[in-house]
């Protein structure tokens, strides 16, 4: 199946600083990507969508001035959380589909990166 | 809105049969996923669903009723690998994004 890569799987940053989060579509070209954000024990709720080329799509209550999206590449796409306050600490997840296919088929997922702000 | 509803716990013992149900109430549908999560990991992908019925794969199956809005994913054997969480999402609207609900965690026990 097609990977999702993501990097990196943890960090741990200072309050007041600025984090960012690469996810990589290994070998499949990726027109849109999803960022979830997750905490513990709960569901996956979606941030915010990336396509390739133009802004990202931002779910309601997501500050688009924090969390900086950008899908700069058909393989790559970038979620910057900016001056990253206790509270953004979460475990964060990328997702693609193939490029071609539009709800017919899986989400690949990439590993998740975890996020501690001190 | 949308509203996806699973249960949030179960419990099941080694060798047995769980069934783990999911209701929606969506803005339209074009689908409906299971994944399988397990703790501090990226979920796996185990099914989608388009068309009503039952989808067989393995030990897992899927079901889906439109009509009712109500899905349902059937583990049998089960194996103390299969704890986890199990995300029921659905997809929805002319960009297919789909919407996960909170997650079933299952616990199997010896």
């Known amino acids: 199946g097609a990977v999702v890569s993501q990097h990196p799987s943890w960090v741990i940053c200072k309050s007041g600083t600025s984090v960012k989060i690469e996810c990589r579509s290994l070998?499949?070209?990726?027109?849109?990507m999803f960022w979830y954000r997750q905490f513990p024990k709960q569901s996956l709720m979606l941030m915010a969508t990336?396509?390739?080329?133009?802004?990202?799509?931002?779910e309601q209550g997501v500050e688009k001035d924090k969390f900086l999206i950008n899908h700069a590449s058909l393989t790559l796409s970038t979620l910057t959380v900016t001056s990253a306050h206790p509270e953004d600490s979460s475990f964060y997840i990328c997702?693609?589909?193939?490029?071609?296919?539009?709800?017919?088929?899986?989400?690949?997922f990439g590993e998740g990166s975890r996020l501690t702000v001190l | 809105g949308q509203n996806i509803d699973q249960p949030t716990e179960m419990t099941a013992t080694e060798g047995a049969i769980v069934q783990i149900n999911c209701t929606y109430q969506?803005?339209?549908?074009?689908?409906l996923f299971w994944y399988q999560q397990h703790a501090g990991e990226a979920p796996t992908f185990l099914s989608y669903?388009?068309?009503?019925g039952l989808e067989e794969k393995g030990r897992f199956s899927s079901f889906l009723s439109r009509s009712k809005g109500y899905s349902y994913l059937l583990l049998k054997e089960l194996q103390m690998k299969d704890s986890a969480s199990y995300l029921c999402a659905v997809e929805t609207g002319g960009s297919y994004i789909p919407t996960f609900g909170r997650g079933t965690s299952l616990i199997v026990h010896p």
């Open positions: 969506t803005s339209g549908f074009n689908g």
């Open positions: 669903n388009v068309l009503d």
């Open positions: 990336s396509n390739e080329g133009s802004k990202a799509t931002y």
């Open positions: 997702s693609a589909r193939v490029r071609g296919t539009s709800g017919t088929g899986e989400l690949f």
């Open positions: 070998d499949f070209q990726a027109t849109t």
